[in-house]
Nanobody, 124 residues
């Protein structure tokens, strides 16, 4: 059974940092593209960052580029999202997602597995 479990969310002041982790199990992690999405209240879920199965390529939403870094450790079946210079508009539930592909896509429909989400709240 596939499971994605996010952790690392919390409350932080604007300008601060958080590192999110997503631990995967029940899948061949090395064959999956991993993505981070977020959803703020009353808003659509949006793509934040993605990383190819090998970790060779990364992609970011323009709103987070330069502030967030996605990485993965295939030996640990874990993907990370380092979030720096956080802004109040980054407040959302952050979701980890997996896609059986070597390429990254920003659409939610193309990801097969999802975590339960972790709350990130940035205060001003």
């Amino acid at each position: 059974q596939v499971q994605l479990v996010e952790s690392g969310g919390g409350l932080v002041q604007a300008g601060g940092s958080l590192r999110l982790s997503c631990a995967a199990s029940g899948l061949s992690f090395t064959f999956y593209t991993m993505g981070w999405f977020r959803q703020a209240p009353e808003k659509e879920r949006e793509f934040v960052a993605g990383i190819t199965s090998s970790g060779g390529s990364t992609y970011y939403a323009t709103s987070v580029k330069g502030r967030f870094t996605i990485s993965r450790d295939n030996a640990k079946n874990t993907v990370y999202l380092q979030m720096n210079s956080l802004k109040p508009e980054d407040t959302a539930v952050y979701y980890c997602a997996a896609r059986p592909s070597i390429s990254v896509v920003p659409t939610t429909d193309d990801y097969d597995f999802w975590g339960q989400g972790t709350q990130v709240t940035v205060s001003s």
